[in-house]
Each structure stands twice: as structure tokens, then as C-alpha cells.
């Protein structure tokens, strides 16, 4: 599944304004001009993304709804609600670096060679 092996952050152009008296949160995409009421579970999904990887995201959000809702369903619900999310334009997906292969290191080659190589 993509959504497992990506990292998800707020576009950061995206412009958000919460209403706490009426439990929602405008959201506007300047890229391609819209603006969005987010309810309080995508809002919730949203202050979420911030540059959190899959299972971190997934954790988070099974804490917050866990009385609720059954991890498979808050999974299914997270997958749904970020896909709308970045449909809109609002949050976006990027790939999760790769651990690189080590590299070897400099450090004892050539010990005590000094100037002379000797």
C-alpha cells in the first residue's frame, strides 16, 4: 500500500484558519484556488501531517480515536481522509528516504604514513 511507505506533511503554501466555536477549520490551496471547511476529524488528520511517516501517523490517530473506533476502522477512516486531503491539495505524500549503504570510512587508512608515506 503507497500510504504505508510515505511520509506525509501540509502542502506549505496551504493557508488554515481553525474556527474552535464551530469545530471546523478553512482551508485554503493558493496552487489552485479553493478554499475547504474541514470537519473536526479531517482537521484532526490534517494538524496530523506533519512530516510524520505512515505508522506514526497511524498510531496518532488510532490514540485520538481509539474509544471510538477499532484500529481497522480508524485505519480504513485515515485512508480515506488523507485521500480526500490530497485530492484537494492539501496535504501531500513523499516517499520515505531509503537508508543509504554504508560508507566506508577514511578513519585508520594509512596510519602513521606521515609526509613520507612510510
Same mark, same amino acid.
Given at each position: 500500500?503507497?500510504?504505508?511507505s510515505?511520509?506525509?506533511r501540509?502542502?506549505?503554501?496551504?493557508?488554515?484558519?481553525?474556527l474552535?466555536?464551530?469545530?471546523?477549520c478553512?482551508?485554503?490551496t493558493?496552487?489552485?484556488?479553493?478554499?475547504?471547511?474541514l470537519?473536526?476529524?479531517?482537521?484532526?488528520?490534517?494538524?496530523l501531517?506533519?512530516?510524520?511517516?505512515?505508522?506514526? %501517523? *497511524?498510531k496518532?490517530?488510532?490514540?485520538?480515536?481509539? =474509544?471510538?473506533?477499532?484500529?481497522?476502522?480508524? !485505519?480504513?477512516?485515515?485512508? $480515506?481522509?488523507?485521500?480526500d %486531503? *490530497?485530492?484537494?491539495?492539501?496535504?501531500?505524500?513523499n =516517499?520515505?528516504?531509503?537508508?543509504?549503504?554504508? !560508507?566506508p570510512t577514511?578513519? $585508520?587508512r594509512?596510519?602513521?604514513a606521515?609526509?613520507?608515506?612510510?
Amino acid at each position: 500500500m503507497p500510504y504505508r511507505s510515505a511520509c506525509w506533511r501540509k502542502i506549505p503554501n496551504v493557508r488554515a484558519r481553525s474556527l474552535r466555536e464551530t469545530e471546523v477549520c478553512i482551508v485554503f490551496t493558493p496552487d489552485n484556488p479553493n478554499l475547504f471547511t474541514l470537519n473536526s476529524t479531517a482537521w484532526l488528520v490534517f494538524d496530523l501531517c506533519d512530516g510524520r511517516s505512515w505508522k506514526r %501517523l *497511524e498510531k496518532a490517530y488510532y490514540d485520538a480515536v481509539e =474509544p471510538l473506533r477499532s484500529q481497522e476502522e480508524a !485505519r480504513t477512516e485515515l485512508i $480515506g481522509i488523507l485521500s480526500d %486531503l *490530497e485530492r484537494k491539495g492539501i496535504v501531500e505524500r513523499n =516517499p520515505v528516504a531509503r537508508p543509504s549503504k554504508p !560508507r566506508p570510512t577514511t578513519r $585508520g587508512r594509512n596510519k602513521g604514513a606521515g609526509r613520507h608515506g612510510g
